[in-house]
């Protein structure tokens, strides 16, 4: 905590280092790993497990639910995003707030609530066929395929840049105003990534973004 202070992105280093430790106090992240080690000997998660998945939608949501069901803490949000960076999962998306915000501006019902949003396991199937849709449309207006993962890549992207912006100046951040930035900036995709991923830039990264607007 001493090591941050006056550095760039301090406040969100503070923020991430203070759910750190508080996970690890209250013996949050050791009760998730013993779980999740309990449920790779109880299912025989191997990498060839995970390989033999790469074109099985089936059982690849059927492992999703089983570790949301079985793993302490984890849901179907972190469920996907572990099987995305095993490298498959490319038809099903995290039922997370960026991909159904981003449904119900789009129009798909069932995603608008003002409050007590209902669990992921509701919303999990739903998130995914819609998405599904919107991949099948872009592809179709792309000539290409496209994926569900890349899909809803897309939406993280148009979200998170979002959530970097001052209240008011968030919805003025369309799609094609995101594009527009990024060309104008001269990025490809991997530099928006980088700086997203790099905490000490995302505060230059937020005033260069409502600057654009």
Request: hydrophobic share 40%; net charge neutral.
């Amino acid at each position: 905590m001493n090591s941050i202070n006056g550095t760039l992105g301090e406040g969100f280093k503070r923020a991430i280092l203070h759910i750190v430790a508080r996970e690890i106090e209250s013996l949050d992240l050791s009760r998730t790993i013993g779980t999740a080690l309990g449920f790779f000997d109880k299912y025989g998660i191997t990498v060839q497990k995970i390989k033999n998945l790469q074109n099985d939608t089936r059982g690849t949501l059927d492992l999703v639910d089983l570790a949301a069901r079985e793993i302490y803490n984890v849901r179907y949000i972190k469920g996907v995003l572990w099987l995305y960076s095993c490298g498959i999962a490319k038809d099903i998306v995290p039922p997370n707030s960026h991909v159904t915000r981003f449904l119900n501006e789009c129009g798909y019902p069932g995603f608008g609530w003002s409050r007590d949003p209902p669990d992921d396991s509701q919303i999990f199937a739903p998130a995914c066929n819609c998405m599904r849709d919107v991949a099948n449309q872009v592809a179709t207006e792309l000539n290409q395929s496209i994926t569900s993962k890349q899909a809803q890549a897309a939406v993280w992207y148009l979200q998170t840049c979002r959530g970097l912006l001052p209240q008011g100046h968030a919805r003025q951040l369309t799609p094609s105003a995101l594009i527009d930035f990024i060309k104008a900036q001269k990025w490809n995709i991997n530099r928006l990534s980088h700086m997203l991923d790099d905490i000490e830039q995302l505060e230059s990264l937020a005033s260069d973004l409502k600057a654009s607007l």
